[in-house]
């Protein structure tokens, strides 16, 4: 039996291993954090990042250090996160893809979407729409779907890559629409848009934060937003939900997570200021400018989504057939 002075002891040992990270999770932070975006720079996502870690910043008066650590569908950047240390100077932006397409279209991943993380909430949504070469003689979802049932496979639409948000997006909208387009990929957003733009590529499933300013200036034909609601920035384009596919939806959409073991206090100190820089005014007003929309979620409802997400699009992939490894 242990004699008291040995449980006083033990106690007092207990008491002080916990001590420094009751203060650490006090101080926080107390120096810069570092943010991984599994991107490069220049692109919609490093945009993102930096207009709210610059908020951010601002609020804890540390400097927060976006890290571009592009590749591999996102699996270097999400592997980087995953493997540092979990005392709340690294996080990361994760997204569909990380989260809900990876573990369908590989095999094998280098990070385990359910261990690896430590989820912090959500950032953004990035809405999409659906897009056509200028000259294609098509004006609405019916003409489009018309067409392709006249010449199965011979439409074309352009993506930022096999098993982007955009090549998802299509292959279920051929999946509810019952037709079969050939499928284009990209090394990205920009090169795609502007085969679209030149007429070399039929459509595409465009995010407004990477083509805003081509939808703006009209070098391509609005078919239909892939949103539940109309978008604010483009009233008059119907939703596809409302052109003949109900209850379609599908965003491209960014979270932000910390390597799994990240104190409690930590993560809700993080989620706490991610709150404050989504609900400043200035943020809010930069990120429309691109086309993005705040997504904002507590650590546990950002959990929730990202599952739920990882089981809606599980069968759509799989009906697909679409690996990468």
Same mark, same amino acid.
């Given at each position: 039996?242990?004699?008291?002075?040995?449980?006083?002891?033990?106690?007092s040992?207990?008491?002080?291993?916990?001590?420094? /990270? #009751?203060?650490?999770?006090?101080?926080?932070?107390? =120096?810069?954090?570092?943010?991984?975006?599994?991107?490069? $720079? %220049?692109? !919609?996502?490093?945009?993102?990042?930096?207009?709210?870690?610059?908020?951010?910043?601002?609020?804890?008066?540390?400097?927060?250090?976006?890290?571009n650590?592009?590749?591999?569908?996102?699996?270097?950047?999400a592997?980087?996160?995953?493997m540092?240390?979990?005392?709340?100077?690294?996080i990361?932006?994760?997204?569909?893809?990380?989260?809900?397409?990876?573990?369908?279209?590989?095999?094998?991943?280098?990070?385990?979407?359910?261990?690896?993380?430590?989820?912090?909430?959500?950032?953004?949504?990035?809405p999409?729409?659906?897009?056509?070469?200028?000259?294609?003689?098509?004006t /609405? #979802?019916?003409d489009?779907?018309?067409?392709?049932? =006249?010449?199965?496979?011979?439409?074309?639409?352009?993506? $930022? %890559?096999? !098993?982007?948000?955009?090549?998802?997006?299509?292959?279920?909208?051929?999946?509810?629409?019952?037709?079969?387009?050939?499928?284009?990929?990209?090394?990205?957003v920009?090169?795609?848009m502007?085969?679209?733009?030149?007429?070399?590529?039929?459509?595409m499933?465009?995010?407004?934060?990477?083509?805003?300013?081509?939808?703006?200036?009209?070098?391509?034909?609005?078919?239909?937003?892939?949103?539940?609601?109309?978008?604010?920035?483009?009233?008059?384009?119907?939703?596809?939900?409302?052109?003949?596919l109900?209850?379609?939806?599908?965003?491209?959409?960014?979270?932000?997570?910390a390597?799994?073991?990240?104190?409690?206090?930590?993560?809700?100190?993080?989620?706490?200021?991610?709150?404050?820089?989504?609900?400043?005014?200035e943020?809010?007003?930069k990120?429309?400018?691109?086309?993005?929309e705040?997504?904002?979620?507590?650590?546990?409802?950002?959990?929730?989504?990202?599952?739920?997400?990882?089981?809606?699009w599980a069968?759509?992939?799989?009906?697909?057939?679409?690996?990468?490894?």
């Amino acid at each position: 039996m242990k004699t008291y002075s040995t449980l006083r002891a033990s106690v007092s040992f207990l008491t002080l291993a916990f001590i420094p /990270s #009751l203060v650490s999770a006090q101080q926080y932070p107390y =120096k810069a954090i570092r943010w991984v975006v599994p991107y490069a $720079a %220049g692109g !919609g996502s490093d945009a993102t990042a930096r207009v709210i870690a610059q908020a951010i910043s601002k609020n804890v008066g540390q400097p927060v250090i976006i890290e571009n650590k592009p590749g591999a569908g996102t699996q270097i950047g999400a592997q980087n996160i995953a493997m540092s240390a979990p005392d709340g100077y690294t996080i990361g932006t994760v997204d569909s893809g990380t989260l809900a397409y990876n573990p369908s279209l590989y095999k094998k991943l280098s990070y385990d979407v359910d261990r690896s993380f430590t989820y912090v909430g959500g950032l953004v949504r990035m809405p999409l729409v659906l897009v056509a070469k200028p000259d294609l003689a098509v004006t /609405s #979802l019916k003409d489009v779907i018309a067409l392709a049932s =006249k010449t199965p496979g011979r439409l074309t639409y352009a993506s $930022a %890559g096999n !098993g982007s948000p955009h090549h998802i997006a299509m292959e279920m909208l051929e999946q509810q629409a019952g037709v079969k387009f050939l499928h284009v990929p990209y090394k990205g957003v920009a090169p795609g848009m502007q085969d679209v733009m030149a007429g070399l590529a039929d459509m595409m499933m465009l995010d407004l934060a990477g083509g805003m300013s081509a939808v703006k200036s009209g070098r391509v034909k609005l078919i239909a937003v892939a949103s539940p609601n109309r978008l604010t920035q483009l009233p008059s384009v119907p939703t596809l939900n409302e052109a003949g596919l109900p209850g379609f939806s599908a965003y491209a959409w960014q979270g932000l997570v910390a390597p799994a073991g990240t104190p409690p206090a930590v993560v809700q100190r993080l989620s706490t200021e991610v709150k404050k820089a989504l609900d400043d005014r200035e943020v809010r007003a930069k990120l429309s400018t691109i086309g993005i929309e705040p997504m904002l979620m507590t650590p546990k409802d950002f959990a929730s989504y990202s599952k739920s997400e990882q089981a809606r699009w599980a069968p759509i992939i799989k009906s697909a057939g679409i690996t990468l490894d």
